[in-house]
């Protein structure tokens, strides 16, 4: 840890006040608009959430993008609502806490056009022009004509008023990530007016000018009014783009609002994973032109979460405050840590997109380096504070994998003496071994946040070159044993479509995952069968290829790495692939295997065909390494015998999972030590009031 707790002084600009329209920023950090899937569904848990950060010594938190009518509801996502003054009781909530802290609170306004399909509440999606929604339901949005128009308009006034009352600082009029009416109007590609609000940029813009300039003229006497703009789309000549368009929209509402926020689009590329943006500021090339066009001040993001760089934006004029979702999630007292000096304590973001999968799932945020994100309020965990030790008992953790590496450190914060015992020379576990895969080396931020701090701490040992088993275990006798010895990939075939092993895979060579991360690496013709449906799959089909391999990925899905939807990469990685060169066959599973003849059968009618192969790479399905939990827990009188008063297992040696949920289990366990058990120690859960 840190010893000296004192700002240097080339950070000093990081903490100058910024003046944004009537209200004042105490510094330059800036939680922006961020979706979480609490919404308006738990607004307790998202007021202890915002709150946390406010804590944490962000100068504005902000709402994700709260809808101000029903014909704008995309449920089943939960965003924040305020289509009425009914909506405001619950933003109070949030105000409140995030005043309470002094930052200012933010709300993102917002009406989502054609994206939004309207399933609950069944009123006709608008648009500019006639269209689809942007979905696959089959519905399709209205024009709107001059009376809707005028409706929107007032819509967008009355939200600004309640959001007002409800005691929002800074108001956002939203036209970003192509998920807007107003961003909408400005896209030729969907405006097909002949009126004055279509044809030219200038016309198709003039419905965002007269949103800013009434809002501005409701609320702006007490409220900052901030414009979220989308400046490129990546689409080149088919989009909104920075060396286009954009410049013209900027020069012509440049003085108008308060605080220009500014990103790229769609969503998949504004919060892009590091394994596709692996470049601290990576939206810069795009976003810097817009301080040039206006004197108002400018936020941007680029899951910053380094003080060098931060300032690096600001005295090269690309920014004036640093906006942060993503950083702002893995570490809520980022700015609190720079300004005590307590850089080496900041738990950065590794660009994984786990939050971004909370809000596609429609389920609480969760976070791989941030096990306390969205439990604030349901567990009352805080990502800072623990509860002290419960006794002077000593600790045995093994394995340092990111489930013991975080509960070794949780269960040091509480006091507990720690001895934690790793068998190999390397501490960090999966998170150490998949780091090197392509694009992965982020996670490795996952180990070093965890190992920098243990080895500072006095109350803690650890032992490299350990592999310990029933009997040490036993002879050392500690009080408290966690096991978090993790998992092994399987060779057998059995996952999510077999459940049961593949026939003739003895008839040629098989590899998984954990022989390439040893450093096996397969020759010949590689078949990747694909039954995991997350990054692996496609990670080490791009390794095979960058060796200059033969791939051919076979999945039961009807895409590649599926389930990236939820982080938004799954079109990237695909493409990726498409683009190395790797054959891609999906909606097959491989169903049996004869030498290098490979039996594939169709997902949906069971039609088989052969494709050959020199070796298969299984991505299937991963067993616990429990082995030794079990051999210590089926004799209790030894463990009362060797003074052993709790044995538990963690992270994949409990249920192999994904990163967060390693970290996550290391963490319930280091809390419930000598306290609650984990089946028992449930959460406070939201229940919605019934009014008569």
């Not at 962000?58 to 609502?81: F, K, L, M």
């Not at 910053?304 to 950083?327: C, E, H, N, Y």
Request: aromatic content about 8%; hydrophobic content about 35%.
């Amino acid at each position: 840890m840190s010893s000296s707790n004192v700002r240097n002084s080339r950070y000093d600009i990081l903490f100058e006040p910024i003046k944004i329209g009537p209200v004042t920023l105490k510094n330059r950090f800036y939680q922006v608009p961020h979706c979480n899937g609490l919404g308006y569904a738990r607004p307790q848990s998202l007021a202890a959430m915002r709150g946390i950060k406010a804590e944490g010594g962000w100068a504005a938190v902000c709402t994700e993008e709260v809808e101000i009518h029903p014909s704008s509801e995309i449920s089943p996502y939960i965003e924040g609502r305020l289509w009425d003054k009914s909506d405001i009781p619950a933003h109070q909530l949030m105000t409140s806490a995030v005043h309470e802290h002094g930052a200012l609170a933010g709300i993102e306004l917002v009406h989502n056009g054609f994206h939004a399909p309207n399933r609950t509440s069944r009123l006709p999606p608008m648009a500019p022009s006639a269209i689809p929604v942007d979905a696959y339901d089959p519905v399709h949005a209205r024009a709107m004509d001059l009376t809707d128009i005028k409706n929107f308009r007032r819509w967008y006034r009355q939200a600004a008023l309640n959001a007002r009352d409800a005691g929002y600082d800074i108001i956002y009029v939203y036209a970003g990530h192509c998920m807007t009416t107003l961003m909408h109007f400005m896209l030729a590609r969907y405006n097909h007016r002949s009126d004055d609000y279509g044809g030219s940029l200038k016309n198709r813009a003039r419905l965002t000018r007269e949103v800013i300039s009434e809002v501005k003229e409701a609320v702006g006497d007490q409220c900052a009014i901030a414009f979220r703009f989308a400046v490129d789309e990546l689409m080149g000549k088919h989009g909104m783009t920075s060396e286009g368009e954009a410049q013209e929209v900027v020069g012509l509402l440049a003085e108008l609002p308060d605080l220009w926020d500014v990103n790229i689009s769609g969503w998949s590329h504004d919060s892009s994973t590091a394994r596709f943006e692996p470049i601290e500021g990576y939206q810069e090339q795009y976003t810097s032109f817009v301080k040039s066009l206006t004197t108002k001040p400018v936020v941007g993001v680029g899951r910053f979460t380094s003080p060098d760089a931060m300032v690096s934006q600001i005295k090269r004029g690309v920014l004036d405050i640093i906006g942060a979702a993503r950083p702002s999630i893995a570490d809520p007292f980022l700015p609190n840590k720079i300004a005590q000096g307590r850089i080496d304590e900041i738990r950065e973001c590794i660009g994984c997109n786990i939050c971004v999968s909370g809000d596609n799932l429609s389920v609480p945020i969760r976070c791989t380096q941030n096990p306390t994100m969205g439990e604030e309020w349901r567990r009352k965990w805080h990502p800072e504070k623990i509860e002290p030790k419960a006794s002077n008992s000593s600790v045995l953790v093994v394995g340092s994998g990111p489930s013991g590496l975080e509960a070794a450190l949780q269960l040091a914060n509480r006091g507990y003496q720690v001895t934690l015992a790793e068998a190999g020379q390397d501490l960090g576990g999966r998170a150490t071994k998949e780091s090197q895969l392509p694009g992965l080396f982020s996670y490795a931020r996952v180990r070093d946040y965890r190992v920098n701090l243990l080895t500072q701490m006095a109350n803690v040992e650890i032992y490299k070159d350990s592999p310990l088993d029933e009997t040490a275990i036993l002879d050392f006798g500690f009080p408290h044993v966690l096991l978090a010895t993790g998992s092994r990939w399987r060779r057998d075939g059995t996952g999510r479509h077999h459940h049961h092993p593949i026939p003739g895979l003895d008839s040629l060579p098989i590899f998984t995952p954990d022989d390439m991360m040893n450093g096996k690496s397969p020759t010949g013709h590689i078949i990747i069968f694909d039954d995991d449906h997350y990054y692996m799959g496609g990670v080490l089909a791009e390794k095979l290829v960058s060796e200059g391999k033969k791939v051919t990925l076979v999945t039961p899905a009807a895409k590649v790495s599926a389930w990236s939807e939820y982080t938004l990469e799954q079109e990237k990685i695909q493409a990726r692939l498409i683009n190395l060169g790797v054959e891609l066959i999906t909606n097959q599973a491989v169903s049996n295997i004869a030498q290098n003849q490979i039996e594939l059968s169709c997902s949906y009618t069971g039609k088989t065909k052969n494709i050959t192969g020199d070796c298969m790479l299984l991505v299937t399905a991963r067993d616990a390494n429990d082995t030794l939990y079990h051999q210590l827990r089926h004799d209790p009188d030894r463990l009362e015998q060797a003074g052993i008063k709790t044995l538990e297992v963690t992270g994949d040696a409990y249920s192999p999972g994904s990163l967060a949920s390693a970290v996550y289990y290391g963490h319930l366990a280091a809390r419930c030590l000598e306290g609650e058990s984990w089946d028992t120690a449930l959460f406070e859960g939201e229940r919605p009031g019934l009014v008569s």
